[in-house]
């Protein structure tokens, strides 16, 4: 297969993918690496779909009032930037802690079998993203399944102490290639912006 029908094959959480639409922001060179496969693959099949798959599943969480609205919203939003089609996931109201368990239970689609752990990440659209996308606002929480606090505090006064990361970040709807092109060199707790006083106080948007 070549590069090209590779590309042309990858899909996020069943959307199809259109690789330029909503991209403009991404250098040619990194979409390509997209349909590449990563170093140090184990020998085998490089046309597996393991690796003709990219992206991550988004969780539904908010229900009631005008959230349909706003779920359609962004979801639209996303079809724009990324995608043709979407098949996104209707949780009810449920935590993160039962989000992580669905999630790790394998009720994420292909994105979620990825080989390399960094990239087995999902999206919740819960009621504070409703809110947002109501405001005219489009991000989304990307969420790390694996987070255990205890991993992330620091004793280092160098560097500051206290917690480092939450577990998951808020990012724009403009910027999930970006993100999956930066998992290629990082984990998700040291692409996400810096907690203030452990708090949440910027959006990343690809940067």
């Given at each position: 297969?070549?590069?090209?029908e590779r590309l042309s094959n990858m899909t996020l959480d069943g959307l199809s993918v259109q690789i330029g639409c909503?991209?403009?922001?991404?250098?040619?060179?990194?979409?390509?690496?997209?349909?590449?496969?990563?170093?140090?693959?184990?020998p085998g099949n490089h046309d597996d779909p393991e690796y003709l798959h990219w992206g991550f599943p988004i969780y539904r969480t908010a229900y009631g009032g005008s959230t349909d609205q706003q779920w359609e919203m962004l979801?639209?939003?996303i079809q724009s930037e990324v995608a043709s089609e979407l098949a996104p996931f209707q949780t009810g109201d449920a935590s993160f802690d039962r989000v992580r368990q669905i999630y790790n239970d394998g009720i994420g689609g292909m994105?979620?079998?990825?080989?390399?752990?960094?990239?087995?990440?999902?999206?919740?659209?819960?009621?504070e993203v409703m809110a947002a996308v109501a405001r005219g606002d489009f991000w989304?929480?990307?969420?790390?399944?694996?987070y255990k606090p205890e991993d992330y505090i620091s004793t280092n006064r160098r560097v500051g102490l206290g917690l480092k990361f939450l577990g998951y970040m808020w990012m724009t709807t403009e910027s999930l290639t970006a993100l999956w092109v930066w998992l290629y060199i990082r984990e998700l707790n040291l692409i996400a912006p810096p907690l203030i006083n452990e708090r949440l106080t910027e959006v990343w948007n690809g940067d």
């Open positions: 297969m070549t590069l090209d909503g991209t403009d922001f991404i250098p040619t060179e990194l979409l390509k690496d997209l349909g590449k496969i990563p170093h140090n693959t184990p979801i639209a939003r994105a979620a079998k990825h080989h390399y752990e960094r990239y087995q990440l999902f999206l919740i659209a819960d009621a989304m929480k990307c969420v790390d399944p694996r």
